[in-house]
């Protein structure tokens, strides 16, 4: 009995944690659809509001498609090569490497944002365009590629596999294509997903960072809680969340397929 009731105040618990959680979410959500929200449903449902949104800010939607696609691929390009270097050199200088490219996630974002401010801000052209805050979520979400792929490799006989390919004549480049890139895709698809999801939601950097030209999806929904009402404010939320939420749960899949995944 005890076993029983202690089962059902966990579940009780758990239940009001996350209705704590999602009811925010659900009333901007509906602040987002509804004609009036000071007048409640009874006003009726638009979808008014997100017409509205994607007319006054489609360019900082796309612009954070595209920042996020462009971080995505310098980090896949640094980052996997970057893990399998690391796990295959190990030891003390791995480690400390490790800690470097770290770094940045410890540094608050805008003082990571300053300092590439003060680095890089004298290139105006640069300065200037989305390539700049790019840089500052390459810098931000590296750790995560990096971390994703080693975590694989760590748990798999990648050695073996390697020496098994190199015994047959295969080159450290066909090797490292063929061998290692096959068996580390759970962790390049768990890192690709982190990576995007940090990078349309990142707004601390990004707000330090971009210019009236380069506003991003979080930057342009500060904007919209600061000046605009409030259903055409929580309807960019919904845009936000439509963009997150598979995301998200395309992360939730890809770490199941890891755990999932059987050990070398």
Do not use: C, H, W, Y
């Given at each position: 009995m005890r076993l029983r009731w202690t089962t059902l105040a966990g579940a009780l618990l758990t239940a009001l944690l996350a209705?704590?959680?999602?009811?925010?979410?659900?009333?901007?959500i509906g602040a987002g659809l509804s004609v009036n929200y000071a007048r409640g449903l009874s006003a009726g449902l638009t979808l008014a509001w997100l017409v509205q949104v994607w007319n006054l800010y489609a360019d900082t939607v796309l612009r954070s498609i595209l920042v996020a696609l462009a971080t995505l691929g310098l980090t896949l390009l640094i980052g996997v090569p970057g893990a399998y270097a690391l796990v295959r050199r190990g030891g003390r200088f791995a480690r400390i490497a490790e800690e470097i490219v770290t770094l940045p996630v410890a540094i608050p974002g805008l003082a990571l944002a300053l300092a590439l401010i003060i680095a890089y801000g004298g290139f105006g052209a640069f300065r200037r365009s989305s390539l700049f805050i790019v840089a500052g979520h390459v810098l931000f979400t590296l750790p995560f590629m990096l971390r994703a792929v080693m975590a694989v490799l760590d748990s798999i006989d990648w050695r073996t596999l390697d020496e098994g390919a190199a015994s047959l004549g295969a080159s450290a480049f066909r090797r490292?294509?063929?061998?290692?890139?096959?068996?580390?895709?759970?962790?390049?698809?768990?890192?690709?997903?982190?990576?995007?999801?940090?990078?349309?939601?990142?707004?601390?950097?990004t707000w330090m960072m971009h210019t009236p030209l380069t506003k991003t999806l979080p930057v342009g929904l500060a904007d919209a809680y600061a000046s605009m009402r409030l259903e055409i404010a929580s309807a960019y939320t919904l845009v936000f969340l439509?963009?997150?939420?598979?995301?998200?749960?395309?992360?939730?899949?890809?770490?199941?397929?890891?755990?999932?995944?059987?050990?070398?």
């Open positions: 209705l704590f959680l999602i009811l925010p979410v659900g009333l901007s490292f294509v063929d061998v290692i890139l096959p068996n580390a895709r759970p962790g390049i698809l768990a890192g690709s997903l982190t990576v995007l999801t940090l990078s349309i939601g990142e707004f601390n950097l439509v963009m997150v939420v598979p995301l998200l749960v395309g992360l939730q899949v890809a770490a199941d397929l890891i755990e999932k995944r059987p050990r070398g």
